[in-house]
Protein backbone atom coordinates (compact mmCIF):
# COMPACT_ATOMS: atom_id res chain seq x y z
CA UNK A 1 0.00 0.00 0.00
CA UNK A 2 2.99 2.37 0.55
CA UNK A 3 4.05 1.47 -2.53
CA UNK A 4 1.08 2.35 -4.20
CA UNK A 5 1.10 5.56 -2.53
CA UNK A 6 4.08 7.05 -3.18
CA UNK A 7 4.15 6.01 -6.60
CA UNK A 8 1.15 8.46 -6.81
CA UNK A 9 2.76 11.40 -5.01
CA UNK A 10 5.78 10.66 -7.66
CA UNK A 11 3.23 10.90 -10.40
CA UNK A 12 1.75 13.91 -8.88
CA UNK A 13 4.24 16.15 -8.66
CA UNK A 14 7.01 15.26 -11.04
CA UNK A 15 5.05 14.78 -14.28
CA UNK A 16 5.36 16.87 -16.90
CA UNK A 17 2.24 18.23 -18.57
CA UNK A 18 2.64 19.81 -22.20
CA UNK A 19 0.01 21.63 -24.08
CA UNK A 20 -2.25 19.41 -24.95
CA UNK A 21 -2.71 18.89 -21.00
CA UNK A 22 -1.24 15.09 -21.15
CA UNK A 23 0.98 14.28 -18.23
CA UNK A 24 3.70 12.30 -18.60
CA UNK A 25 6.51 11.64 -16.52
CA UNK A 26 10.03 12.94 -17.05
CA UNK A 27 12.58 10.03 -17.91
CA UNK A 28 14.25 10.15 -14.18
CA UNK A 29 10.81 9.76 -12.80
CA UNK A 30 10.08 6.80 -15.50
CA UNK A 31 12.99 5.18 -14.34
CA UNK A 32 11.97 5.37 -10.44
CA UNK A 33 8.10 3.67 -11.19
CA UNK A 34 9.69 0.69 -13.65
CA UNK A 35 12.37 0.27 -10.58
CA UNK A 36 9.57 0.55 -7.93
CA UNK A 37 7.21 -1.76 -10.05
CA UNK A 38 9.90 -4.62 -10.23
CA UNK A 39 10.78 -4.70 -6.68
CA UNK A 40 7.04 -4.79 -5.95
CA UNK A 41 6.73 -7.76 -8.65
CA UNK A 42 9.53 -10.09 -7.65
CA UNK A 43 8.28 -9.48 -4.16
CA UNK A 44 4.44 -10.49 -3.91
CA UNK A 45 4.00 -11.82 -7.68
CA UNK A 46 7.03 -14.34 -8.60
CA UNK A 47 6.79 -16.44 -5.05
CA UNK A 48 2.96 -16.76 -6.09
CA UNK A 49 3.65 -18.24 -9.75
CA UNK A 50 6.63 -20.45 -8.84
CA UNK A 51 4.45 -21.99 -6.21
CA UNK A 52 2.04 -22.18 -8.92
CA UNK A 53 4.23 -24.13 -11.56
CA UNK A 54 5.96 -26.22 -9.48
CA UNK A 55 9.67 -24.32 -10.03
CA UNK A 56 11.07 -23.84 -7.47
CA UNK A 57 14.59 -22.82 -9.59
CA UNK A 58 14.06 -20.22 -12.55
CA UNK A 59 17.63 -19.74 -15.14
CA UNK A 60 16.91 -16.64 -17.33
CA UNK A 61 20.27 -16.58 -19.44
CA UNK A 62 21.06 -14.11 -22.26
CA UNK A 63 23.75 -12.75 -23.93
CA UNK A 64 24.06 -8.73 -25.13
CA UNK A 65 21.72 -7.94 -28.29
CA UNK A 66 20.18 -11.27 -28.57
CA UNK A 67 17.82 -10.66 -25.28
CA UNK A 68 15.52 -13.33 -23.70
CA UNK A 69 11.94 -11.15 -24.34
CA UNK A 70 11.48 -11.92 -19.66
CA UNK A 71 15.15 -10.78 -19.27
CA UNK A 72 14.46 -7.24 -20.66
CA UNK A 73 11.46 -7.06 -17.77
CA UNK A 74 13.67 -8.15 -15.27
CA UNK A 75 16.41 -5.42 -15.94
CA UNK A 76 16.72 -2.55 -14.06
CA UNK A 77 15.63 0.60 -15.74
CA UNK A 78 18.59 2.31 -16.51
CA UNK A 79 19.91 -0.82 -18.68
CA UNK A 80 18.52 -1.12 -22.08
CA UNK A 81 20.30 -4.46 -22.88
CA UNK A 82 21.92 -7.62 -21.08
CA UNK A 83 25.60 -6.88 -20.62
CA UNK A 84 27.80 -9.74 -21.92
CA UNK A 85 26.59 -12.76 -20.96
CA UNK A 86 23.67 -12.29 -18.12
CA UNK A 87 22.48 -15.34 -16.32
CA UNK A 88 20.03 -14.89 -13.62
CA UNK A 89 19.06 -16.88 -11.13
CA UNK A 90 15.79 -16.85 -8.68
CA UNK A 91 15.04 -19.35 -6.30
CA UNK A 92 12.41 -20.22 -3.88
CA UNK A 93 13.32 -23.12 -1.14
CA UNK A 94 9.93 -25.06 -0.21
CA UNK A 95 8.19 -23.08 2.77
CA UNK A 96 9.93 -20.06 2.18
CA UNK A 97 7.64 -17.29 1.13
CA UNK A 98 10.95 -14.67 -0.68
CA UNK A 99 12.55 -15.63 -3.80
CA UNK A 100 16.30 -15.69 -3.77
CA UNK A 101 17.93 -13.46 -6.78
CA UNK A 102 21.40 -13.90 -7.78
CA UNK A 103 23.05 -12.52 -10.70
CA UNK A 104 25.81 -15.11 -11.93
CA UNK A 105 27.24 -11.80 -14.21
CA UNK A 106 30.02 -9.60 -13.61
CA UNK A 107 27.98 -6.71 -12.29
CA UNK A 108 25.24 -6.54 -10.04
CA UNK A 109 21.97 -6.26 -11.73
CA UNK A 110 20.38 -3.64 -10.51
CA UNK A 111 19.22 -3.56 -6.96
CA UNK A 112 17.49 -6.55 -6.96
CA UNK A 113 19.61 -9.26 -8.53
CA UNK A 114 23.09 -9.36 -6.12
CA UNK A 115 25.94 -10.32 -8.39
CA UNK A 116 26.69 -14.12 -7.66
CA UNK A 117 30.01 -14.47 -9.90
CA UNK A 118 34.04 -13.15 -9.03
CA UNK A 119 35.53 -14.29 -12.16
CA UNK A 120 38.97 -13.59 -10.17
CA UNK A 121 37.86 -16.21 -7.66
CA UNK A 122 36.22 -18.73 -10.69
CA UNK A 123 36.82 -17.53 -14.04
CA UNK A 124 34.47 -20.00 -16.03
CA UNK A 125 30.71 -18.20 -15.72
CA UNK A 126 29.78 -21.47 -16.22
CA UNK A 127 31.31 -23.23 -13.13
CA UNK A 128 30.18 -20.97 -11.05
CA UNK A 129 26.56 -21.10 -12.20
CA UNK A 130 26.71 -25.15 -11.47
CA UNK A 131 28.37 -24.02 -7.98
CA UNK A 132 25.62 -22.35 -6.92
CA UNK A 133 22.82 -25.00 -8.05
CA UNK A 134 24.63 -27.76 -6.40
CA UNK A 135 24.52 -25.42 -3.18
CA UNK A 136 20.41 -25.10 -3.71
CA UNK A 137 19.88 -28.90 -4.93
CA UNK A 138 16.57 -27.53 -6.71
CA UNK A 139 14.23 -30.06 -7.10
CA UNK A 140 12.89 -28.62 -10.78
CA UNK A 141 15.31 -26.20 -13.10
CA UNK A 142 12.93 -24.08 -15.23
CA UNK A 143 14.51 -22.48 -18.48
CA UNK A 144 12.93 -20.66 -21.08
CA UNK A 145 12.00 -22.78 -23.95
CA UNK A 146 7.96 -23.20 -25.31
CA UNK A 147 6.74 -24.54 -28.46
CA UNK A 148 3.45 -22.06 -27.75
CA UNK A 149 4.60 -18.57 -26.76
CA UNK A 150 8.00 -16.91 -28.46
CA UNK A 151 7.75 -14.70 -25.22
CA UNK A 152 8.98 -18.04 -22.95
CA UNK A 153 10.99 -19.34 -25.66
CA UNK A 154 13.82 -16.78 -24.95
CA UNK A 155 16.42 -19.62 -24.10
CA UNK A 156 18.91 -19.69 -27.54
CA UNK A 157 20.57 -22.89 -29.22
CA UNK A 158 23.77 -21.99 -28.13
CA UNK A 159 23.46 -21.26 -24.46
CA UNK A 160 21.02 -24.21 -24.05
CA UNK A 161 23.72 -26.10 -25.30
CA UNK A 162 26.44 -24.60 -23.24
CA UNK A 163 24.01 -25.33 -19.94
CA UNK A 164 23.12 -28.74 -20.86
CA UNK A 165 26.69 -29.31 -21.44
CA UNK A 166 28.21 -28.09 -17.64
CA UNK A 167 25.37 -29.63 -15.72
CA UNK A 168 25.74 -32.73 -13.94
CA UNK A 169 23.39 -35.09 -15.32
CA UNK A 170 21.43 -35.55 -12.04
CA UNK A 171 20.18 -32.33 -12.34
CA UNK A 172 19.72 -32.46 -16.27
CA UNK A 173 17.13 -34.80 -15.16
CA UNK A 174 15.64 -31.77 -13.43
CA UNK A 175 15.67 -29.25 -16.03
CA UNK A 176 11.83 -28.18 -17.54
CA UNK A 177 10.18 -25.47 -19.79
CA UNK A 178 9.24 -22.59 -17.29
CA UNK A 179 6.56 -21.73 -19.95
CA UNK A 180 3.61 -21.67 -17.58
CA UNK A 181 6.13 -19.15 -15.47
CA UNK A 182 7.43 -17.07 -17.72
CA UNK A 183 3.98 -16.38 -19.40
CA UNK A 184 2.31 -15.45 -16.02
CA UNK A 185 5.21 -13.36 -14.80
CA UNK A 186 4.79 -11.46 -18.03
CA UNK A 187 0.77 -11.69 -17.78
CA UNK A 188 0.40 -10.63 -14.38
CA UNK A 189 -0.79 -7.19 -13.41
CA UNK A 190 0.02 -5.77 -10.01
CA UNK A 191 -2.28 -3.33 -8.50
CA UNK A 192 0.75 -0.39 -8.50
CA UNK A 193 0.36 -0.87 -12.26
CA UNK A 194 -3.04 -1.19 -12.82
CA UNK A 195 -3.27 2.21 -10.99
CA UNK A 196 -1.01 3.36 -13.85
CA UNK A 197 -2.74 1.80 -16.58
CA UNK A 198 -6.01 3.67 -16.85
CA UNK A 199 -3.90 6.77 -17.08
CA UNK A 200 -1.71 5.11 -20.19
CA UNK A 201 -5.20 4.20 -22.06
CA UNK A 202 -6.34 7.92 -21.68
CA UNK A 203 -3.19 8.82 -22.98
CA UNK A 204 -3.62 6.68 -25.98
CA UNK A 205 -7.37 7.87 -26.10
CA UNK A 206 -6.63 11.45 -26.53
CA UNK A 207 -3.74 11.12 -29.16
CA UNK A 208 -6.58 9.19 -31.09
CA UNK A 209 -9.17 11.72 -30.66
CA UNK A 210 -6.41 14.68 -31.61
CA UNK A 211 -5.28 13.04 -34.36
CA UNK A 212 -9.09 11.90 -35.55
CA UNK A 213 -10.36 16.27 -35.69
CA UNK A 214 -10.36 18.94 -37.24
CA UNK A 215 -6.82 19.95 -35.29
CA UNK A 216 -5.51 17.66 -38.02
CA UNK A 217 -8.05 16.73 -41.09
CA UNK A 218 -9.12 18.78 -43.39
CA UNK A 219 -11.43 16.99 -45.71
CA UNK A 220 -10.36 16.87 -49.33
CA UNK A 221 -6.68 18.01 -48.39
CA UNK A 222 -5.55 15.36 -46.06
CA UNK A 223 -4.44 11.73 -46.78
CA UNK A 224 -4.78 8.71 -44.71
CA UNK A 225 -1.14 8.45 -44.71
CA UNK A 226 -0.90 12.07 -43.57
CA UNK A 227 -2.96 11.21 -40.60
CA UNK A 228 -0.66 8.25 -39.67
CA UNK A 229 2.54 9.92 -40.04
CA UNK A 230 1.29 12.96 -37.68
CA UNK A 231 0.66 9.70 -35.00
CA UNK A 232 4.05 9.01 -35.41
CA UNK A 233 5.33 12.68 -34.99
CA UNK A 234 3.02 13.34 -31.91
CA UNK A 235 4.24 10.41 -30.00
CA UNK A 236 7.83 11.10 -30.53
CA UNK A 237 6.84 15.22 -29.34
CA UNK A 238 5.20 13.55 -26.16
CA UNK A 239 8.07 11.45 -24.90
CA UNK A 240 6.40 8.02 -25.56
CA UNK A 241 6.87 5.19 -27.92
CA UNK A 242 5.52 3.16 -30.21
CA UNK A 243 5.35 -1.04 -30.91
CA UNK A 244 3.77 -0.67 -34.36
CA UNK A 245 3.31 1.92 -37.03
CA UNK A 246 -0.62 3.25 -37.02
CA UNK A 247 -2.82 2.44 -39.78
CA UNK A 248 -5.73 4.54 -41.15
CA UNK A 249 -8.38 3.23 -43.13
CA UNK A 250 -11.24 4.38 -44.95
CA UNK A 251 -14.87 2.74 -45.50
CA UNK A 252 -17.07 4.78 -47.99
CA UNK A 253 -19.97 4.26 -49.30
CA UNK A 254 -19.51 4.27 -52.97
CA UNK A 255 -19.53 1.06 -55.13
CA UNK A 256 -15.49 1.14 -56.18
CA UNK A 257 -14.61 1.04 -52.34
CA UNK A 258 -13.94 -2.20 -51.16
CA UNK A 259 -12.35 -1.64 -47.47
CA UNK A 260 -14.68 -3.76 -46.13
CA UNK A 261 -13.60 -7.03 -48.04
CA UNK A 262 -9.96 -6.40 -47.08
CA UNK A 263 -7.89 -9.52 -45.16
CA UNK A 264 -5.59 -8.13 -42.82
CA UNK A 265 -2.62 -9.17 -43.89
CA UNK A 266 -2.59 -6.40 -46.54
CA UNK A 267 -2.58 -2.73 -46.16
CA UNK A 268 -4.79 -0.02 -47.11
CA UNK A 269 -4.07 1.95 -50.31
CA UNK A 270 -3.49 5.68 -48.96
CA UNK A 271 -6.61 7.92 -49.80
CA UNK A 272 -7.32 11.51 -49.39
CA UNK A 273 -10.49 12.13 -46.81
CA UNK A 274 -13.49 13.37 -47.62
CA UNK A 275 -17.09 13.94 -46.23
CA UNK A 276 -18.66 10.99 -45.17
CA UNK A 277 -15.83 8.47 -45.10
CA UNK A 278 -15.80 6.16 -41.75
CA UNK A 279 -12.28 6.46 -40.61
CA UNK A 280 -10.59 3.60 -38.99
CA UNK A 281 -7.26 3.66 -36.96
CA UNK A 282 -5.37 1.34 -35.36
CA UNK A 283 -2.74 2.51 -32.60
CA UNK A 284 -0.72 1.47 -29.64
CA UNK A 285 1.70 3.22 -27.37
CA UNK A 286 4.78 1.94 -24.82
CA UNK A 287 4.76 3.55 -21.29
CA UNK A 288 6.44 2.68 -18.33
CA UNK A 289 7.03 -0.32 -20.43
CA UNK A 290 3.07 -1.10 -20.79
CA UNK A 291 1.33 -1.13 -23.87
CA UNK A 292 -1.75 -0.50 -25.53
CA UNK A 293 -3.89 -1.56 -28.61
CA UNK A 294 -6.74 0.53 -29.63
CA UNK A 295 -8.92 0.93 -32.30
CA UNK A 296 -11.23 3.62 -32.71
CA UNK A 297 -13.83 5.12 -35.78
CA UNK A 298 -14.75 8.67 -36.98
CA UNK A 299 -17.06 9.84 -39.62
CA UNK A 300 -16.42 13.13 -41.82
CA UNK A 301 -19.32 14.91 -41.52
CA UNK A 302 -20.69 15.79 -44.88
CA UNK A 303 -21.94 20.03 -45.49
CA UNK A 304 -25.36 19.50 -44.67
CA UNK A 305 -25.11 16.95 -41.62
CA UNK A 306 -25.12 17.85 -38.11
CA UNK A 307 -24.73 14.52 -36.78
CA UNK A 308 -23.70 10.79 -37.53
CA UNK A 309 -26.36 8.84 -39.65
CA UNK A 310 -28.43 6.86 -37.45
CA UNK A 311 -27.88 3.76 -38.95
CA UNK A 312 -23.70 3.97 -38.55
CA UNK A 313 -24.81 4.44 -34.65
CA UNK A 314 -26.99 1.50 -35.01
CA UNK A 315 -24.53 -0.31 -36.36
CA UNK A 316 -21.64 0.82 -34.19
CA UNK A 317 -24.31 -0.29 -31.00
CA UNK A 318 -23.74 -3.82 -32.61
CA UNK A 319 -20.33 -3.96 -32.01
CA UNK A 320 -20.40 -2.97 -28.71
CA UNK A 321 -22.84 -5.78 -28.51
CA UNK A 322 -20.35 -8.36 -29.43
CA UNK A 323 -17.70 -7.05 -27.01
CA UNK A 324 -20.52 -7.52 -23.98
CA UNK A 325 -20.83 -11.26 -25.50
CA UNK A 326 -17.38 -11.78 -25.72
CA UNK A 327 -16.56 -10.24 -22.01
CA UNK A 328 -18.91 -11.97 -20.63
CA UNK A 329 -17.62 -14.90 -21.51
CA UNK A 330 -14.28 -14.11 -19.54
CA UNK A 331 -14.09 -16.96 -16.53
CA UNK A 332 -11.73 -17.88 -14.57
CA UNK A 333 -9.92 -21.31 -15.93
CA UNK A 334 -11.25 -20.93 -18.90
CA UNK A 335 -9.05 -21.62 -21.85
CA UNK A 336 -8.83 -18.91 -24.68
CA UNK A 337 -10.65 -21.16 -27.31
CA UNK A 338 -13.29 -22.36 -24.67
CA UNK A 339 -14.23 -18.37 -24.67
CA UNK A 340 -13.96 -17.92 -27.88
CA UNK A 341 -16.37 -20.85 -28.78
CA UNK A 342 -19.23 -20.11 -26.36
CA UNK A 343 -19.15 -16.21 -27.53
CA UNK A 344 -19.01 -17.32 -31.26
CA UNK A 345 -22.01 -19.70 -29.96
CA UNK A 346 -23.88 -16.75 -28.51
CA UNK A 347 -23.19 -14.08 -31.33
CA UNK A 348 -24.82 -16.51 -33.61
CA UNK A 349 -27.52 -17.06 -31.71
CA UNK A 350 -28.29 -13.08 -32.09
CA UNK A 351 -27.76 -13.46 -35.94
CA UNK A 352 -24.51 -11.03 -35.42
CA UNK A 353 -21.53 -11.47 -38.14
CA UNK A 354 -18.41 -11.05 -37.04
CA UNK A 355 -14.96 -11.82 -36.15
CA UNK A 356 -12.90 -11.80 -32.33
CA UNK A 357 -9.00 -11.85 -32.67
CA UNK A 358 -8.68 -11.17 -28.80
CA UNK A 359 -5.17 -10.89 -27.12
CA UNK A 360 -3.27 -10.37 -23.83
CA UNK A 361 -1.31 -6.96 -23.31
CA UNK A 362 1.13 -5.68 -21.04
CA UNK A 363 4.38 -5.75 -21.19
CA UNK A 364 4.20 -6.35 -24.68
CA UNK A 365 1.56 -5.16 -27.23
CA UNK A 366 0.67 -8.95 -28.35
CA UNK A 367 2.07 -10.32 -24.91
CA UNK A 368 1.56 -13.52 -23.25
CA UNK A 369 -1.57 -15.54 -22.46
CA UNK A 370 -4.72 -17.01 -23.75
CA UNK A 371 -5.60 -16.30 -27.25
CA UNK A 372 -8.92 -15.87 -27.85
CA UNK A 373 -9.22 -16.07 -31.66
CA UNK A 374 -7.21 -14.88 -34.82
CA UNK A 375 -8.34 -12.82 -37.31
CA UNK A 376 -7.75 -15.90 -39.69
CA UNK A 377 -8.74 -18.39 -37.70
CA UNK A 378 -12.23 -18.72 -35.58
CA UNK A 379 -11.92 -22.35 -34.77
CA UNK A 380 -9.26 -23.68 -31.73
CA UNK A 381 -5.92 -22.07 -31.75
CA UNK A 382 -3.49 -24.77 -30.62
CA UNK A 383 -1.21 -24.11 -27.77
CA UNK A 384 -1.55 -20.32 -26.72
CA UNK A 385 -5.54 -21.18 -27.14
CA UNK A 386 -5.36 -23.60 -24.69
CA UNK A 387 -4.03 -21.66 -22.51
CA UNK A 388 -5.97 -20.88 -19.41
CA UNK A 389 -7.57 -17.45 -18.13
CA UNK A 390 -6.12 -15.95 -14.85
CA UNK A 391 -7.06 -12.32 -12.80
CA UNK A 392 -5.37 -9.53 -12.78
CA UNK A 393 -4.09 -9.91 -16.13
CA UNK A 394 -5.17 -7.57 -18.89
CA UNK A 395 -6.38 -7.64 -22.77
CA UNK A 396 -7.11 -5.86 -25.84
CA UNK A 397 -10.73 -6.49 -26.69
CA UNK A 398 -10.24 -6.52 -30.33
CA UNK A 399 -13.11 -7.68 -33.27
CA UNK A 400 -15.38 -6.84 -35.59
CA UNK A 401 -19.05 -6.94 -36.43
CA UNK A 402 -19.83 -6.84 -40.12
CA UNK A 403 -23.32 -4.96 -40.45
CA UNK A 404 -24.88 -4.98 -43.71
CA UNK A 405 -26.21 -1.35 -44.62
CA UNK A 406 -29.11 -0.96 -46.69
CA UNK A 407 -28.15 2.74 -47.73
CA UNK A 408 -25.06 1.38 -48.83
CA UNK A 409 -26.44 -1.74 -50.50
CA UNK A 410 -23.36 -3.52 -49.15
CA UNK A 411 -21.84 -4.29 -45.15
CA UNK A 412 -20.21 -2.25 -43.18
CA UNK A 413 -17.32 -3.72 -40.77
CA UNK A 414 -17.20 -2.38 -37.24
CA UNK A 415 -13.43 -2.39 -35.97
CA UNK A 416 -13.35 -2.02 -32.65
CA UNK A 417 -10.63 -2.33 -30.09
CA UNK A 418 -10.54 -1.21 -26.42
CA UNK A 419 -7.73 -2.42 -23.71
CA UNK A 420 -9.58 -4.11 -20.30
CA UNK A 421 -8.42 -5.50 -17.32
CA UNK A 422 -9.77 -8.87 -15.75
CA UNK A 423 -10.07 -8.88 -11.82
CA UNK A 424 -10.87 -12.82 -11.63
CA UNK A 425 -14.69 -12.01 -11.94
CA UNK A 426 -15.21 -9.54 -14.62
CA UNK A 427 -13.88 -6.99 -17.40
CA UNK A 428 -13.42 -3.33 -17.21
CA UNK A 429 -12.38 -1.16 -19.62
CA UNK A 430 -8.84 0.88 -18.86
CA UNK A 431 -10.56 4.02 -19.36
CA UNK A 432 -13.99 3.17 -21.40
CA UNK A 433 -14.89 2.28 -25.09
CA UNK A 434 -16.08 3.81 -27.75
CA UNK A 435 -20.20 3.71 -28.09
CA UNK A 436 -20.03 6.97 -30.32
CA UNK A 437 -18.88 7.66 -33.50
CA UNK A 438 -15.90 11.06 -33.35
CA UNK A 439 -17.17 13.18 -35.61
CA UNK A 440 -15.24 15.43 -38.00
CA UNK A 441 -15.33 18.38 -37.40
CA UNK A 442 -16.24 18.29 -33.74
CA UNK A 443 -19.73 18.77 -32.72
CA UNK A 444 -19.84 22.40 -30.68
CA UNK A 445 -22.83 22.38 -27.56
CA UNK A 446 -23.00 26.04 -28.38
CA UNK A 447 -23.32 26.43 -32.53
CA UNK A 448 -27.21 26.58 -32.65
CA UNK A 449 -29.03 27.02 -36.02
Not at 23 to 43: H, M, N, P
Not at 81 to 109: C, S
Not at 184 to 197: H, K, N, V
Amino acid sequence: MKLVFSLFFIACICCTTNAQGIAVLSQKEQSKVIDQWLGERIETVLPKLMDRSGIDMWLVISREYNEDPVIKTFLPSTWLAARRRTILMMYKPEGEDEVETLAVARYNVGSYFKKAWDPEVEPNQWKRLIELIKERDPKQIGINTSEDFGHADGLNHTEYKMLMEYLPKSYQKKVTSAEALAVGWLETRTPSEMATYKHIQTIAHHIIQEGLSEQVITPGVTSTTDVVWWYRDKIKELGLETWFHPTVDIQRSSNESKEHLRTFDTNSDPKIIRPGDILHMDFGITYLRLNTDTQELAYVLKPDEKEVPHYLKEALAVGNRLQDILTSNFKTGRTGNEILEAARSKMSSEGIIGTIYTHPMGYHGHAAGPTIGMWDNQGKVPGSGDYELHPNTVYAIELNAEVYLDEWEKPFRVMLEEGAYFNGQEVIYLNGRQKEFLTIPRQKAYLKN
